[in-house]
């Protein structure tokens, strides 16, 4: 009698099947990953620094300039670039994302204020600021201020709202000129906030109430003023209490962008009616765009809510890159994103072209949801593996109407 043969052992086989079909999804996604963020469209940029601005953007209300990481030198010297370039053609008012209070003591600077530029870098609200690009900008503002009178004039302002000590020096400043008593009664009221205790909630219990009448008083003493002085503690004012209202039980990041988007009109109707028609909006890409895409923040940001305010009269600069170094906290980081964008930009190393002027093959590129360099601060180094947390998703055509892209960034040069 024969005796059964033993089963043979199917395992080996299973697995090797299970790792070849795994073989194949992972090389299929590589293909279709590499196919997918190939350069697409056309060459048409050109050189950033040779561009010319068309009339179409040179005659918005605001022209927005992002800025996809705040600590690469590229994005930061466009603002410069494109100052330079606008001048001439009536836009002598930035506004900058930055505290109210901060900016206007930068811009005492900018009209000749005593100091070095280093010192008037440090006094930014915002330490990303605090850079030689920033500082290239400033003195170059400061000496096309010289001589010139008022009206031609560039100044500074900052429409966010997160340092109160600034804030309370400005506007209280200009009120105790007016009516001394009132300024140093809200200055014993407002006493305890301040930068290291605005988000504390009892702190935002006892100052908000007073904050709002002083925002009140302001609003009455400056009645009927047009000077810069006044603006500005309105300015200051208003960003008292937008920022005590956002340390609200409740409040949620988005509202950040509603508070600046308020300022940012506040400055612009004020600013237009002394004359200065055209405004620069400086910022991170997340806030500007005008479809409110570049953000991962849920809800309406400055960017969309002012292409709701002013329609065509808000245009949008975004910028871009394919390899990307930036600081950020004292560290340096660089990230890659390869999206199909880069195609319209071939050739350029800071390439710059304008949605309006594409082709018909790269509007179709434009028309199409693609990858575009993204950072925030603080930055961890893990985050330079994960594209979800250095990159977003827009649509080129919805969020901007141009776009500087840079092949090679290097990090801003951080200043003390």
Do not use: C
Request: glycine fraction near 8%.
């Amino acid at each position: 009698m024969s005796l059964p043969r033993p089963a043979r052992r199917r395992w080996p086989r299973v697995l090797a099947a299970i790792a070849l079909a795994l073989a194949l999804v992972i090389a299929g996604f590589a293909v279709w990953s590499a196919v997918a963020s190939a350069p697409a469209g056309e060459p048409q940029a050109v050189e950033f620094a040779d561009a010319t601005i068309s009339d179409d953007l040179a005659s918005a209300t605001v022209l927005a300039l992002g800025e996809a990481t705040h600590g690469t030198a590229e994005f930061q010297h466009a603002r410069l670039t494109l100052l330079q370039k606008l001048v001439d053609r009536g836009f002598t008012t930035i506004a900058l994302e930055d505290p109210a209070g901060t900016s206007s003591e930068v811009d005492a600077w900018l009209q000749g204020g005593s100091g070095t530029v280093t010192d008037a870098v440090s006094a930014f609200g915002y330490r990303l600021y605090r850079t030689q690009e920033t500082a290239d900008l400033l003195s170059w503002i400061r000496a096309h201020n010289e001589g010139r009178p008022e009206a031609e004039r560039i100044r500074l302002y900052g429409i966010d709202i997160q340092r109160p000590d600034a804030d309370k020096r400005i506007v209280l400043g200009w009120l105790a000129t007016l009516d001394p008593d009132a300024a140093a009664g809200f200055t014993s009221q407002l006493a305890g906030l301040t930068d290291d205790s605005r988000r504390d909630r009892g702190v935002v219990d006892t100052a908000l109430p007073p904050a709002r009448a002083l925002a009140e008083a302001v609003e009455a003493a400056a009645e009927g003023r047009a000077d810069d002085a006044s603006l500005r503690a309105r300015l200051s004012a208003r960003a008292l209490v937008a920022g005590l209202e956002g340390a609200l039980p409740g409040s949620v990041p988005s509202d950040r962008d509603v508070r600046m988007a308020d300022l940012l009109a506040l400055l612009v109707a004020e600013r237009s009616a002394a004359g200065g028609a055209h405004t620069l909006l400086f910022g991170h890409n997340g806030h500007l765009d005008k479809a409110g895409q570049a953000t991962g923040v849920p809800g309406p940001s400055l960017g969309s809510l002012s292409a709701e305010r002013w329609g065509g009269a808000y245009r949008a600069i975004g910028t871009d890159g394919h390899h990307v170094a930036f600081a950020d906290q004292g560290e340096t980081f660089s990230v890659r994103v390869d999206s199909p964008i880069r195609g319209l930009f071939a050739g350029t190393t800071q390439g710059y072209l304008e949605w309006s002027a594409a082709s018909e093959r790269n509007r179709a590129v434009l028309d199409r949801a693609l990858p575009m360099v993204s950072t925030g601060t603080p930055f961890a180094p893990w985050q330079a593996w994960v594209p979800f947390f250095h990159s977003v998703t827009v649509t080129p055509a919805q969020a901007w109407d141009a776009t500087i892209y840079v092949e090679d960034a290097h990090p801003s040069t951080t200043l003390r």
